[in-house]
């Protein structure tokens, strides 16, 4: 037997179960788990009311992880627990298909890389493959303060920006993103519009030519004015707003790209290269992410903590 988080009513948090160990099908690979991310997908499948569906109970969480495989290769795996029926990360043992696993660095920090894991990855191909990033562009990054933000700030430095500007709307959130080498951190008030924002963007970053955009709303609308003509806004959430009050004129006036983004519409294979570019940098220091490391018998508070938005950064359960 060996344990599992095992989530048994929608809305409650999973609590630890003794199970029988997975045994692979054909086409799976048999992975030790190392570590597990409690991530914002995770929480939403569980609550029920994900456009995936309510899940089927009970289930083991976790759309990601890190462990080895039998022959002590470190490797991360991606699971669709919570969106289709079936067992995912947060367990001492997994089976998983082929396609859904990525070898790492020899010596790669698993911890941080599950910490970074798909979170990194979409702020990777949001820059280089959505985006189109290229050397001495000046790069807006909005909600920076959060895993998606941090990584975006980093990976945007490394692939050739020349200059990249923050926004976030805590201190905590600006204070990590200069530390990670923003130029500066623009505040996101409660009562911003888009002009106001706008104009206090545009006075610290001058017309920019990305943006990468997990927010929407108030502050998409904003950035999309500190474009420069012919920029790009890249989309790829909407947790500050479901809609933005964006006015043609910006749009039009400035021939400005909108473009939408998700890890979904990547292949196997596009996933595995981005996480590839991901694990090197974590690997040899250049990229890391504010997280919380967390023994697996604490899942259930570990748990409540990420969902509230209490934690100090993404929750990682270690076994």
Partial sequence: MIPAAVLRMCGRPPSVEQRRPPVPGVGEV??????????????????????????????????QGVGHRDDGTPVWFATSAGMRPGDGSMTAAVSVPFVDVVPLP?????????????????????????????E??????????????????????????????????????????VALGAE???????????????????????LVDLVIDPLFGVPAAAALKVLRPGGRLVNLGSSAAA????????????SLKILGYTNNGLSVGERADSLGVVATHATEGRLTVSHEVVPFGDVSTAWSRQAAGDAGGRIVLTL
């Fill in 106 to 134: 020899p010596d790669a920090p698993l911890p941080l890389i599950a910490a970074l894991g798909l979170s990194a990855v979409a702020a990777h191909a949001a820059l280089t493959r959505t985006g189109g990033l290229t």
């Fill in 243 to 254: 809609t933005a009050p964006v006015d043609s004129a910006t749009i039009r006036g400035g």
């Fill in 136 to 177: 001495g562009e000046v790069v807006v990054v909005l909600g920076a303060g959060g895993v998606v933000g941090q990584a975006a700030v980093q990976l945007a430095l490394l692939g050739g920006a020349s200059r990249v500007i923050a926004v976030s709307r805590s201190a905590a959130g600006r204070d990590r993103a």
């Fill in 30 to 63: 048999p992975i030790t788990v190392t570590a597990a991310p409690i991530t914002p997908l995770d929480v939403l499948c569980a609550t029920g009311t994900s456009y995936f569906g309510p899940p089927a109970t009970p289930y083991v969480p976790g759309v």
């Fill in 184 to 206: 500066a951190a623009v505040p996101l008030l409660p009562d911003d519009d888009p002009v106001t924002l706008a104009d206090r963007l545009r006075a610290v970053s001058g």
